[in-house]
């Protein structure tokens, strides 16, 4: 997918049925409304992935993003919950264990819940948007800049660029997937969810949502880490002493590595909270937790080559809510 190199773009992190905040977010951007689609004069925004499950306004927001893309204004990447939703949808080939792509379990029954609930009455609705859905890319190479959802890996990309049209799932990759084993699975895992550690000596964690979890999120940027706690990148604490605990020289070798001299990387995904800036000069995370009442986030991209902290742009959910309470 080639970018107008002429044009400016504005990323924006993970939405989740947040949808007064993102047109708040739009009008902070300079967008206005026309015929009812969001617009600049000049710019197109990047949505990260991410739009459905667990907010309020779900379909308002997925009505809001498809028509942007739909009319020119907007790109936007699959994030792990658009694709829980394909994989949802999508049988699994003959023979492989399973029925679905994305098995029915309480875990994504869960997930896409408030998604389901939402469009209980819009059926053919859903299943439009996730058709539209399998035409999202998993990644967006600007040249200059990349995105993805949770994390740029170069080798899985070189081998999906061969197998994939403009990084957009077809129906063979699909039904790959539904094998935890298959390249297509990992490659899926390692773009839209991250790199990840089993946590050691059979510890479990538990997140704030109830699911618990043998693995935890790394950080892929980290040049020569020491501890669990070096590499540890999720609002979850690691349970008991094991942030203190020594990589071994397997562990470390393990890691990936997104290097400092990389193209500028946006991803969402991770649930950070705070200010928003960079990471890096070159990593961006976009995902401010905006869904839990914290920042929808943005960044205005120009022609510069390294991410500068005065062009990310944000809204606080709870302050974006209350006034549109007010209006009403």
């Known amino acids: ?51 459905i499950d667990r907010g309020t306004h779900i379909r308002e927001a997925l009505h809001l993003v498809h028509d ?7 790109y936007c990447i699959l994030g792990n919950h658009e694709f829980n939703a394909i994989g949802w949808h999508t049988p699994a080939p003959p023979g492989c264990g399973q029925q679905y792509v994305r098995e029915h379990t309480p875990r994504y029954a869960r997930l896409l819940q408030e998604t389901f609930e939402q469009f209980a009455h819009y059926q053919q609705e859903w299943l439009a948007f996730v058709d539209w859905f399998r035409e999202l890319p998993l990644f967006i190479d600007g040249e200059r800049f990349r995105v993805v959802h949770a994390c740029w890996d170069k080798a899985v990309i070189a081998k999906l660029r061969e197998r994939l049209v403009d ?20 490659a899926l895992d390692r773009l839209l969810r991250g790199t990840t550690m089993p946590l050691p000596d059979g510890l479990t964690l538990t997140t704030d949502e109830g699911f618990v979890r043998t693995v935890f999120r790394t950080k892929f940027w980290e040049p020569a880490p020491l ?6 990148f999720q609002p979850d604490p690691l349970p008991g002493r094991a942030a203190e605990r020594l990589l071994t020289q397997q562990e470390q070798r393990n890691l990936y590595l997104y290097g400092p001299d990389e193209p500028m990387l946006f991803v969402g995904h991770y649930w950070r909270s705070g200010k928003p800036g960079p990471i ?18 943005a960044y205005r991209l120009g022609e510069e080559q390294r991410l500068n902290p005065a062009h990310f742009v944000w809204v606080d959910v709870e302050t974006a809510e209350e006034s549109v309470d007010e209006a009403r």
């Open 1 to 51: 997918m080639r970018l107008d190199p002429q044009r400016g773009y504005d990323l924006i992190g993970d939405i989740h049925g947040c949808v007064d905040t993102l047109v708040h977010l739009l009008e902070r951007l300079g967008y206005q409304r026309h015929g009812g689609v969001w617009s600049h004069p000049s710019r197109q925004a990047i949505f990260l992935g991410d739009i």
């Open 68 to 74: 942007m893309v739909d009319r020119g204004h907007a």
């Open 167 to 186: 990084g957009k799932l077809n129906h063979a990759f699909l039904a790959e997937a539904a094998s935890p084993a298959s390249f297509a699975c990992h």
């Open 227 to 232: 501890t669990y706690a070096d590499v540890v």
């Open 280 to 297: 890096r000069d070159n990593l961006a995370c976009l995902d401010y937790s905006a869904v839990k009442r914290g920042k929808l986030a």
